[in-house]
């Protein structure tokens, strides 16, 4: 059981350049989630999908978009990188739904500088 | 809408002696509430959280939070810490019907000798 998993764990484009992160969880969790962390911002979510096949924006989508590839697999596109998109990316899961706790759970992150 | 401050950016204490680390929120729903831990160049991990019940809460390693509904807080306090507790403090919050968590800016504890 390997939680969730993101790759890849460090990545330096040049400015304008695209790349899809990946994620993935084997927990069987409803809902995905892509943060951002800054320094001294804490973590901001980018999007989300609460279940296979729906999407929804956070608090700062802008200059990204996301798939909800199946139940496993939520993946984050940077379609033209700009140097303010520099930060650490996050994944996470969580089981959402009635009854539950709606923990969420952390994947390693991936570090990403754009020059 | 919801928030999360935590006031202190660092917090610098000596080993074996007692810390809090504050977290305030505010929300127009009633909400659930977490710390979430960060140990260097790693991801979050859950540390405590508190859903229903009763207001303290504890964690495996000796951590443990009060929910102040009154005060809108929800510290994290410890009576004796260890160096291996150095590492980044999230509070986090979500309000009930609503998907997502909410993060305060973070509480560095840096343990020393």
């Known amino acids: 059981n390997a939680g969730v998993t993101q790759t890849p764990k460090f990545q330096v484009l040049k400015t304008g350049q695209s790349m899809t992160l990946q994620c993935a969880q084997d927990m069987n969790h409803n809902s995905m989630y892509w943060y951002r962390q800054d320094p001294g911002m804490g973590l901001r979510l980018i999007y989300y999908s609460a279940s296979e096949g729906t999407t929804d924006k956070g608090e700062v989508p802008n200059g990204y978009n996301v798939s909800r590839l199946n139940k496993r697999e939520f993946s984050l596109r940077l379609e033209s990188a700009a140097p303010s998109q520099t930060s650490v990316y996050f994944c996470a899961s969580s089981e959402m739904g009635q009854g539950t706790t709606d923990t969420q759970y952390f994947g390693p992150g991936t570090r990403l500088t754009v020059l | 809408a919801q928030s999360v401050t935590q006031l202190d950016s660092q917090v610098p204490v000596f080993e074996e002696a007692p810390v809090e680390l504050r977290c305030n929120y505010s929300s127009s729903v009633s909400v659930y509430l977490f710390w979430y831990v960060q140990y260097p160049n790693q991801g979050l991990q859950l540390l405590l959280k508190?859903?229903?019940?009763?207001?303290l809460v504890e964690s495996i390693n000796g951590f443990e939070a009060e929910f102040n509904k009154s005060q809108t807080s929800f510290h994290l306090r410890k009576p004796s810490v260890h160096i291996s507790d150095t590492a980044e403090y999230f509070c986090a919050v979500r309000g009930t019907g609503r998907r997502a968590l909410t993060f305060g800016s973070g509480t560095r504890l840096q343990v020393q000798p």
């Open positions: 508190y859903l229903s019940g009763s207001t």
